[in-house]
C-alpha cells in the first residue's frame, strides 16, 4: 500500500544511502506477522544494526549519532 510517511523517511535518509544498508520490510505480508503485531501503528519503524533505533519520524540528529558509532566501532 502507500505509505507516505516511509517515502518521507526515505527522502530524508537519502542523502545517507552509502553509509548504510536500507532494507524494507512489508509488515503486512504474512511472513512479516510478527513485525505487524508489534508495529502496526507506529510505521515507519527503524532499526540500525538490528537494534531500534526510532520510529514515526526520522530523528536525523539520533540517526546520525547512531551512524557514526557504529562507524567507528567498525574501524
Not at 1 to 7: A, G
Not at 11 to 38: C, G, H
Given at each position: 500500500?502507500?505509505?507516505?510517511?516511509c517515502?518521507?523517511?526515505?527522502?530524508?535518509?537519502?542523502?545517507?544511502?552509502?553509509?548504510?544498508?536500507?532494507?524494507?520490510?512489508?509488515?503486512?505480508?504474512?511472513?512479516?506477522s510478527?513485525?505487524?503485531?508489534?508495529?502496526?501503528?507506529?510505521?515507519?519503524?527503524?532499526?540500525?544494526?538490528?537494534?531500534?533505533?526510532?520510529?514515526?519520524?526520522?530523528?536525523?540528529?539520533?540517526f546520525?549519532?547512531?551512524?557514526?558509532?557504529?562507524?567507528l566501532?567498525?574501524?
Amino acid at each position: 500500500k502507500p505509505c507516505p510517511l516511509c517515502d518521507e523517511a526515505k527522502e530524508v535518509l537519502e542523502p545517507y544511502k552509502r553509509r548504510f544498508i536500507l532494507q524494507e520490510v512489508n509488515i503486512t505480508l504474512p511472513e512479516n506477522s510478527a513485525w505487524y503485531d508489534k508495529y502496526k501503528y507506529d510505521i515507519p519503524v527503524f532499526h540500525l544494526n538490528g537494534k531500534f533505533l526510532m520510529k514515526h519520524r526520522v530523528d536525523i540528529q539520533k540517526f546520525e549519532d547512531r551512524l557514526r558509532k557504529l562507524e567507528l566501532q567498525s574501524e
